[in-house]
T-cell receptor
């Protein structure tokens, strides 16, 4: 069953703690992305990676970190430096083929800071 | 800088009426533009892309470089079209720099 999987679906974190969101894909896609979705804000790009062992900051990278040690995996860590971490987080992947740049999205992780 | 603008947060039309969801972009080059849709309790998914010039589920969108617009249209709305619609932009020229999304329009089709 091919696709992109995010876990967990819901995550609660205490203030001051780091937390890591998982994203795995078996679509053999080179590129992976993390977005944050807030009501009325649309999707904002946090980080993206075009290839293993390489990643770039998006528009709102502060307070977040990522790694890309394997093609299939692109975990996102929300650090204690992120001032407003409660949000819905979406992971996506795509090929790097210009003629076929459809992005496939996971089901999302809802993070709540308590 | 806001590269994609969707001016309507909410659009409500009656079943059978025409639908137009507006999208404007700010970029002087040749962009790649997409419409993504998120139905209730489903994943965000691609609806159509300008490069394909296709009609999906009765929806079409034409890139108008003069007006820098990529409005999504459907002549006769159906109840199952109710969803969140996002216009998305990507720089042309290949690579995978990530899509930039508009803030979305919530389309409600009333019976």
């Amino acid at each position: 069953d091919g696709g992109i999987t995010q876990s967990p679906k819901y995550l609660f974190r205490k203030e001051g703690q780091n937390v890591t969101l998982s994203c795995e894909q078996n679509l053999n896609h080179d590129a992976m992305y993390w977005y944050r979705q807030d009501p009325g804000q649309g999707l904002r790009l946090i980080y993206y990676s075009q290839i293993v062992n390489d990643f770039q900051k998006g528009d709102i990278a502060e307070g977040y970190s990522v790694s890309r040690e394997k093609k299939e995996s692109f975990p996102l860590t929300v650090t204690s430096a992120q001032k407003n971490p409660t949000a819905f987080y979406l992971c996506a992947s795509s090929t790097r083929d210009r003629l076929n740049t459809e992005a496939f999205f996971g089901q999302g992780t809802r993070l709540t800071v308590v | 800088a806001q590269r994609v603008t969707q001016p309507e947060k909410l659009l409500s039309v009656f079943k059978g009426a025409p639908v137009e969801l507006k999208c404007n972009y700010s970029y002087s080059g040749s962009p790649e533009l997409f419409w993504y849709v998120q139905y209730s309790r489903q994943r965000l998914q691609l609806l159509l892309r300008h490069i394909s010039r296709e009609s999906i589920k009765g929806f079409t969108a034409d890139l108008n470089k003069g007006e820098t617009s990529f409005h999504l249209k459907k002549p006769f709305a159906q109840e199952e079209d109710s969803a969140m619609y996002y216009c998305a932009f990507q720089y042309s020229g290949g690579g995978a720099d990530g899509l930039t999304f508009g803030k979305g329009t919530h389309l409600i089709i009333q019976p």
